[in-house]
């Protein structure tokens, strides 16, 4: 795809501009983006062009918060609640380990996981291990996937496998994401699976049919 097509949804989110921003994600699907290049081109360049105000040294909440409503704008057009799609593949668990509250990551994968036909229990951000492993039990769950953006949540993800064997759930599979999961091989995570974007989360569990619940 032309990356300029979606600059200007880039710079509509940027500028926290809601409605600006869903009518261009309209504009752009009615002209044959599809939604994953508008997440991939669109959504995740603009709060790319945000790290700067997001750092140890500079942090400017308000800034950041309010193109983040943007995006969750554009993910909700893109990905409708109640469209009625159906859940037939099974269920997976979801959330941001404890200590990390970045969420706009984990929730582009909820919707790309619902729309593929899952059933997705999200446990929020900063979730402890135990609520993660505690549900995935309860919920039958196949998978369980992990949202991490700070580099402090390494040794927490590094918790899950044992905390789901406890738990007797040894088949469920672990998949791992986000800017600071990506970079990391499986070993060094203790999980199955790293992606680097929701939709390969998506393609794994369709390939893999891991855990069979
Ligand atoms: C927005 C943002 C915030 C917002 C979060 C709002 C929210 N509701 O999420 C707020 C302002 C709250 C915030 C807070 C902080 N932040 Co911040 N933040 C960001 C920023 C700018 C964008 C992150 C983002 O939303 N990206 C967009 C999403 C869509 O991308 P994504 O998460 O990568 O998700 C995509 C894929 O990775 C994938 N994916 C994501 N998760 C998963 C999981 C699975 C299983 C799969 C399959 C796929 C997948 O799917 C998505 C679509 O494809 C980043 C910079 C950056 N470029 O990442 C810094 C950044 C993550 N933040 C950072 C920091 C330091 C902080 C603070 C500590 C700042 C402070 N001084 O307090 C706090 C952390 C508080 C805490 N305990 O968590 C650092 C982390 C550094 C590090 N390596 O540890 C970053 C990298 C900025 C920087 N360069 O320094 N932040």
């Known amino acids: 795809m032309n990356g300029r097509s979606t600059e200007r949804l880039v710079r509509l989110l940027m500028d926290g501009e809601r409605t600006g921003a869903?009518?261009?994600?309209?504009?752009?699907?009615?002209?044959?983006?599809?939604?994953?290049?508008?997440?991939?081109?669109?959504?995740?360049?603009?709060?790319?062009?945000?790290?700067?105000?997001?750092?140890?040294?500079?942090?400017?909440?308000?800034?950041?918060?309010?193109?983040?409503?943007?995006?969750?704008?554009?993910?909700?057009?893109?990905?409708?609640?109640?469209?009625?799609?159906?859940?037939?593949?099974?269920?997976?668990?979801?959330?941001?380990?404890?200590?990390?509250?970045?969420?706009?990551?984990?929730?582009?994968?909820?919707?790309?996981?619902?729309?593929?036909?899952?059933?997705?229990?999200?446990?929020?951000?900063?979730?402890?291990?135990?609520?993660?492993?505690?549900?995935?039990?309860?919920?039958g769950a196949r998978a369980v996937c992990v949202s991490g953006l700070i580099t402090s949540v390494i040794p927490v993800v590094r918790q899950i496998r044992g905390s789901l064997a406890a738990r007797g759930l040894d088949g469920v599979g672990i998949i791992a994401g986000g800017a600071a999961l990506k970079q990391a091989a499986p070993e060094d995570l203790d999980v199955d699976f790293v992606c680097d974007s929701a939709f390969d989360a998506a393609n794994w569990l369709d390939a893999t049919g891991e855990g069979g619940a």
């Open 22 to 139: 869903v009518g261009e994600a309209e504009t752009l699907v009615g002209s044959g983006i599809t939604r994953e290049e508008i997440v991939s081109c669109g959504l995740e360049v603009a709060m790319k062009g945000l790290e700067s105000k997001c750092t140890l040294e500079e942090f400017n909440l308000l800034e950041i918060m309010i193109a983040g409503r943007a995006v969750m704008d554009v993910i909700k057009f893109l990905y409708p609640a109640g469209t009625n799609l159906p859940s037939t593949k099974g269920t997976v668990v979801i959330a941001t380990p404890e200590g990390d509250v970045h969420d706009l990551g984990k929730n582009i994968l909820r919707f790309v996981l619902v729309a593929d036909g899952y059933r997705l229990v999200d446990c929020g951000c900063d979730c402890p291990v135990a609520t993660l492993a505690d549900t995935a039990d309860e919920e």
